[in-house]
């Protein structure tokens, strides 16, 4: 009998993660994307956005780089890393569109170590409340422009329209 229930056990389980393992997300839908979890725990990937196919994190936030970094040196700190927190997934996978043989890491000078991506230190924006914002894109701050980057990890270097404009759109 305990055989029984244990195999019975096992076969529920094992049942519930193919589920879990096999769901098919295969939205294209052009709505905010929020990140299921197995998005989240592919680290970066594309999203599409106002940009086109732009760079997030695992999280879905829009990843940016700053013109004024210098390499793969990091120029953001102190101030500028509280208002443009690097990402420190490190060790993430890409997946998606994004090249996972593009990510690394660099040192920061607080001992902590940030992603970057075909060579660029990538940061979030604070003023992006949540996935599909993009609203750092174009700011010059903290000496330099904030870019987000293609699939390529490359700057987007468009700007966005004036405020008061009827595109409706703010963000994926």
Partial sequence: MNRLLAFSAGAVAV?????????SSSSSSSSSPTPSAATS???????????????VNGSGRTLYL??????????CYGECASIWPPDTQVN????GQADASKVGSTPRNDSSSQVTYNGHPVYTYAQDAKPGDVNGQ????????????????????????PSGGSSGGGGY
């Fill in 15 to 23: 049942a519930a993660l193919a589920a879990g393992c096999g769901s």
């Fill in 66 to 75: 700053l013109t004024a970094d210098a390499g793969t040196t990091s120029n």
């Fill in 138 to 161: 174009g700011l010059n701050t903290f000496g330099g422009t904030w870019w987000v980057l293609d699939a390529h990890g490359n700057p987007v270097t468009t700007v966005p329209s």
């Fill in 41 to 55: 725990a592919a680290g970066l990937h594309t999203a599409n956005s106002q940009y086109g196919e732009i760079l």
């Fill in 92 to 95: 993430a996978p890409a997946s």
